[in-house]
Structures are given as C-alpha cells and as structure tokens.
C-alpha cells in the first residue's frame, strides 16, 4: 500500500474513531501544562530589591521636629515642601524610599501624620529629609 492511502484509511473501529477530536481541535491536546503555577512570580518576588531604612540619629530627629514645628507655624503661608520618607515593603523586610513635593495641608501630631494637600499622608517617623523654601528666610 502506498503511504497516501494509509493515511486516507477509516479507523477500524468506528466507536473508538468516533472519539478522536476533529482536526482543529486536535493540537489542544498539545498543549503546553504549566506543573510549577506561580513558580514565575515567586522567582521575581524573591529577586525584587528593597532598601534598608536609614536610622536617624537624635540630633537629627530633632531637626526635622523643629522643621515640622516651623511648617506648623507657618502653615497660613501654605509651604511648599519637598519631603522624602521611607515606604515599608509589605511583603519583605525593608522598603523604599520616596521623595514626594507638595502644599502641606495639615500637620496632626498626635497621630503623629503630615497630610499634603493631594491627600498624602506621610507618617512623621518615616521622614528622611525636609526641604522647603521657606528655610532660607529664617536660617
């Protein structure tokens, strides 16, 4: 028999042939099975980085107080200011660090926040660095 009309040959058991999937459908069962599912994103979680969180000394602590109370007094003027704070990774130890430029609205130091006027909140203790125009009239 010449190979064209092997190919061409009914199944011969008509039941079983009943069963194979129709040609299109036929590569599906090829299909590539995913047996490690999440393995993907937790190769890039594990390799994500995060910063350590700097620890201010008390002398620089105590700058920053000052500042936030000079912004508190002055808060009529609306100050603009330029802050960078540290943002805690929910998922690993550490974080990152970002710098945020704004109107401060609100300083509410009991809970112990700095809101800005786009509704930022930024807790005190995370504060790395205040900028503000306003230093240079006063320093």
């Not at 509410?108 to 660095?129: H, R, S, W, Y």
Request: with cysteine.
């Amino acid at each position: 028999m010449v190979y064209e009309q092997i190919l061409t040959m009914p199944y011969p058991n008509n039941e079983i042939e009943a069963d194979f999937p129709r040609e299109p459908n036929r590569a599906a069962q090829f299909a590539p099975f995913a047996a490690l599912s999440g393995y993907e994103e937790a190769v890039q979680e594990k390799a994500r980085q995060t910063e350590r969180r700097i620890e201010l000394s008390e002398d620089e602590k105590e700058i920053i107080a000052q500042k936030i109370g000079f912004l508190e007094a002055n808060a009529a003027r609306k100050p603009k200011v330029i802050i960078t704070y540290f943002i805690a990774d929910k998922k690993k130890t550490g974080g990152k660090y970002h710098t945020k430029e704004g109107v401060i609205q609100k300083i509410d130091a009991t809970a112990g926040k700095l809101v800005l006027a786009d509704k930022t909140q930024i807790i005190i203790e995370d504060i790395l660095k205040i900028e503000c125009g306003l230093w240079t009239e006063y320093e």
